[in-house]
């Protein structure tokens, strides 16, 4: 393997203070020095402060580092340990792709080596981000306690987005945006619905207070839902008590908004959707569909599960079963994740070679079926004979059936473009989504997951069992 020539070094401190916290300058000069022992030059260190990889919030040195692997600028990568580097390993896959597809083989860390070219190095590299996402889980518990505090003190929570109608302290009301939250909700309460608001804030250029996502109708619907307009605190979907910021409503403005809400929600008689991924996995035994099925055991409690069901019509097996819960939690997660990944937005500029084919496409058809048509009106004039006319007609008749059958397998991918690196925002609303929004937000990006077989047994579901195809 020959030396590499334009490594990247990362280098990411993280924000918990109380465990190894190694200083970024600590770490780039034991990186620099692993270089300069091996005889590796380094083209770019890439440094993200004070952000935890496994908080899930972007870290935009590593996503540079990401872009530049890419596109083929960086051939090899150095860190100090491979907790700096990812601590989900859905992300891990993710990084692992892209050395992949950018032909990066060596991946090295201070206390360890990846050759990612081969089999073992993967599979270190897997259980190292494996590992580290479970000491993370275990500091969340301490994190989690200073939120709760944080929650009962009345402060403000969520991620780093400011609440619209909110400075970014998420407490001084910024009134240019509360004025337009009280025309959304009288207008809203006089009938009008999210979609058609979300459609009119767009419409007006008034900018999500991200800046960067379009509105939606459920952004609007979140936004207009939350007591947190009314100036009361949530924590773990409860409300347990008045926040410290000014409301922009008052309570009793927010329970009518709620009633509402139910009053649209009981209008629609929809049976409700109980499988977020119906249709939408597949058997590793057979390649069938897998069926949603619940078990119900001798006291009566459910376990919701996804069924590889014995059928010779569909050639199903009959022999893989899977929890739905965590299976449900994982895609999801994947998906979210692949909102905000560079790969989606390539996938989308790649989309709009595709929306040019179509284009093509659809004159092809035209020409074709006025062909069609104009031998149809020759052979009315009698200017051709029967024969002649169905021997002209079936090669138009066979372009016209592929054209159509191309056209059809195309799918429309407008919705994507437009929840594209929304997978934060999406993420913090997504638990007031209901299911059919949910299963539409996912069947946009995955066209299907194929579910290995498990160990007999097993306690908790093994990710590597999930293997999504994507769609874009
Ligand atoms: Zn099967």
Avoid at 51 to 78: E, T
Avoid at 89 to 99: D, G, K
Avoid at 194 to 205: E, K, Q, V
Avoid at 387 to 398: F, L, N, T, Y
């Amino acid at each position: 393997m020959s030396k590499p020539s334009s490594a990247a070094i990362y280098a990411r401190i993280s924000s918990d203070t109380t465990g190894e916290g190694l200083g970024v300058q600590r770490q780039l000069e034991d990186c620099r020095k692993l270089a300069a022992d091996r005889g590796w030059q380094v083209a770019e260190e890439y440094v993200d402060n004070d952000i935890s990889a496994y908080s899930g919030k972007i870290r935009p040195a590593y996503q540079r580092m990401l872009q530049d692997m890419a596109a083929g600028l960086r051939d090899a990568v150095i860190m100090y340990n491979s907790d700096r580097l990812t601590r989900q390993p859905i992300e891990l896959e993710e990084f692992i792709r892209v050395c992949d597809q950018a032909g990066i083989e060596q991946v090295a860390s201070v206390s360890a080596d990846f050759n990612i070219g081969t089999d073992d190095g993967l599979f270190n590299l897997r259980i190292m981000a494996a590992f580290a996402a479970k000491e993370s889980g275990r500091k969340s518990a301490r994190q989690k306690r200073q939120i709760q505090q944080r929650a009962e003190a009345g402060l403000p929570g969520g991620g780093s987005t400011r609440p619209f109608g909110y400075e970014p302290d998420k407490i001084t009301i910024r009134e240019s945006e509360a004025t337009i939250v009280r025309s959304l909700v009288d207008r809203f309460l006089a009938g009008e619905s999210t979609r058609s608001l979300a459609i009119w804030l767009n419409d007006s250029g008034i900018p999500t207070s991200s800046g960067t996502a379009r509105w939606a109708s459920q952004t609007v619907r979140g936004m207009l839902r939350g007591p947190r307009l009314a100036g009361l605190r949530v924590h773990q979907g409860a409300i347990i008590g008045k926040g410290i910021w000014q409301p922009i409503i008052s309570e009793e403005v927010h329970a009518r908004i709620l009633a509402e809400f139910d009053k649209r929600k009981t209008s629609q008689h929809r049976a409700p959707r109980r499988y977020l991924l119906s249709g939408m996995l597949r058997c590793g035994n057979c390649g069938a569909k897998l069926n949603s099925a619940a078990k119900h055991s001798a006291t009566r409690s459910e376990t919701r599960r996804y069924v590889c069901t014995a059928d010779p019509r569909t050639g199903g097996c009959g022999r893989l079963t899977v929890v739905a819960a965590p299976v449900e939690e994982w895609l999801t997660e994947a998906v979210l994740y692949r909102l905000d990944s560079p790969d989606l937005a390539a996938a989308l500029t790649g989309q709009a070679h595709e929306d040019a084919e179509r284009d093509a496409l659809m004159e092809e058809l035209q020409a074709d079926r006025a062909q069609k048509d104009e031998l149809a009106r020759m052979w009315a004039n009698r200017e051709i004979a029967s024969a002649d006319w169905k021997s002209a007609r079936e090669p138009i008749e066979v372009r016209i059936a592929a054209t159509e059958r191309r056209l059809h397998q195309m799918q429309g991918t407008e919705g994507v473009a437009q929840i594209a690196g929304t997978g934060d925002e999406i993420r913090a609303s997504w638990a007031s989504l209901n299911l059919e929004r949910q299963s539409a937000i996912i069947k946009a990006l995955l066209d299907f997951a194929t579910i290995k077989p498990g160990k007999r047994g097993a306690q908790s579901l093994d990710p590597s069992r999930v293997v999504p195809t994507w769609r874009l």
